[in-house]
């Protein structure tokens, strides 16, 4: 088992230009999500997903899109990057019971906006 | 704004000594977790404690929960440099379960 997968692990952009961040899980976990962290913060949830075909706002979505097309993915975009959104993405993923359970993290991608 | 709060922010003892990280939270809760965070890695989770529990151990971990308080508390006994990192808790709450807020951690410095 892989478990959560990041690719890229650091990219740089320029202001303005789009990217797409993939995550991949193999424990077949119904819900993902997409967090940021900033230096000496904790994590914000940017956006999450709690099923295929369906995605759901957090907590700082603005400036990101995300799609859920198949369940093992869970794509975060960038429409027209910015230097605010400088930061180290993590995905996680987990089961769903009645409550939320234990998140698995991917290692992070290190994104540079200049 | 942030469901968990982390005291202290920075926490640096000696190797062997126990350490203690405090957690506070605002809404009721299902459960709350403990994760860590090595330099530049993901989280990896601890330790999971339901509201309708008051203790729970892990090896050198011991987790308490206080819901009448709204508080939670992290004892790592017999520290090791190897626990150097950042610690968080992450709640869910009750309105809005689907997901975790996380606060902004504790760094834990252990000195050889």
């Known amino acids: 088992n892989a478990g959560v997968t990041q690719t890229p692990k650091f990219r740089v952009l320029k202001t303005g230009q789009s990217m797409t961040l993939l995550c991949a899980q193999d424990m077949n976990h119904e819900y993902m999500y997409w967090y940021r962290q900033d230096p000496g913060m904790g994590l914000r949830l940017i956006h999450y997903s709690v099923g295929e075909g369906t995605t759901a706002k957090g907590e700082v979505p603005d400036g990101y899109n995300v799609s859920r097309l198949k369940k093992q993915n869970f794509l975060l975009g960038l429409e027209s990057a910015a230097p605010s959104q400088t930061s180290v993405y993590f995905c996680a993923s987990s089961l769903w019971t009645s409550v939320q359970e234990t998140q698995y993290f991917g290692p992070g991608t290190r994104l540079l906006v200049l | 704004s942030q469901q968990g709060e982390e005291d202290p922010q920075a926490l640096s003892i000696q190797e062997g000594e126990n350490a203690t990280m405090n957690c506070s939270y605002k809404?009721?809760?299902?459960?709350l977790q403990w994760y860590r965070q090595n330099s530049g890695r993901g989280l990896v989770h601890l330790i999971l404690i339901r509201s309708n529990e008051r203790e729970k151990h892990s090896g050198r971990l011991r987790v308490t929960l206080d819901t009448s308080k709204k508080s939670s508390s992290l004892l790592i006994t017999a520290s090791r440099a190897a626990d150097t990192a950042s610690y968080f808790c992450a709640t869910d709450a009750i309105q809005g379960a689907q997901k975790l807020v996380f606060g902004q951690g504790t760094r834990l410095t252990i000195n050889p």
């Open positions: 809404t009721s809760i299902n459960n």
